[in-house]
C-alpha cells in the first residue's frame, strides 16, 4: 500500500499531465517510493499500477530498465559508477577498483554495515566529468580521483 505522503506526491505530480495520461507519471512514483523506502519492491510496483491504472508488467519495464531504481536493498548511501565508453576512457575502472576496495564490495553488493551499495550505471550524460559517479541518485560526483572519492566517503560516514 503506498503511504499518504507518497500519494499526495503522485497526485501532485498527476496535475502535470492530461487525465488520460496518468501513466506518465510513473517515473515520478518509482521515484517517490524509492525515497521514503530506500527501495522499490515488487509489491510496490504493483501498488503504483493500480494507482497509476496501468499494467503492473509496464511499471516494472520502467523500473527495470533505468537504472536508477533500486530493485532491492542497496545500503543508506547507494554509488552509481557511470562505465560507458567516456568514463571508461576517463579512469572509470581506477574509480571502481577504488571504490571496491575501499567499501570491500562488488557492483550490486551491500557493505556488512550496511551503509554502502555499489552499483554500476549507464550514461549519465556529464562525459566531461569523467569519471563519475552519482551518490542516491541525487549527487553526480565528477572528476574523480582517489583523493577526491576518499573526501566523498568521508562526508558520507558523517551522515
Given at each position: 500500500?503506498?503511504s ?29 517510493v ?9 509489491d ?5 499500477a ?6 503492473k ?14 530493485l ?5 548511501h547507494?554509488?552509481t559508477?557511470?562505465?560507458n565508453?567516456?568514463?571508461?576512457l ?19 553488493e551491500?557493505s556488512?554495515d ?8 549507464e ?15 541525487k549527487k553526480?560526483?565528477g572528476?574523480?580521483s ?13 551522515l
Amino acid at each position: 500500500m503506498l503511504s499518504e505522503q507518497i500519494q499526495a506526491k503522485i497526485n501532485r505530480e498527476l496535475k502535470k499531465y492530461p487525465t488520460d495520461q496518468k501513466q506518465s507519471a510513473v517515473m515520478a512514483a518509482l521515484r517517490f517510493v524509492q525515497d521514503e523506502k530506500g527501495w522499490i519492491a515488487a509489491d510496490d510496483m504493483a501498488d503504483i499500477a493500480v494507482y497509476l491504472g496501468m499494467p503492473k508488467m509496464a511499471v516494472y519495464e520502467v523500473a527495470t530498465f533505468y537504472h536508477m531504481y533500486n530493485l532491492k536493498p542497496m545500503g543508506k548511501h547507494t554509488i552509481t559508477v557511470c562505465t560507458n565508453l567516456s568514463c571508461t576512457l576517463g579512469g572509470a575502472g581506477d574509480t571502481v577498483a577504488h571504490l571496491q576496495a575501499k567499501l570491500g564490495i562488488g557492483f550490486g553488493e551491500v557493505s556488512a554495515d550496511g551503509r554502502y551499495g555499489l552499483r554500476e550505471g549507464e550514461c549519465m550524460g556529464a562525459c566531461k566529468d569523467a569519471p563519475l559517479f552519482t551518490v542516491n541518485n541525487k549527487k553526480l560526483c565528477g572528476r574523480l580521483s582517489k583523493d577526491k572519492i576518499d573526501q566523498i566517503l568521508a562526508k558520507l560516514d558523517q551522515l
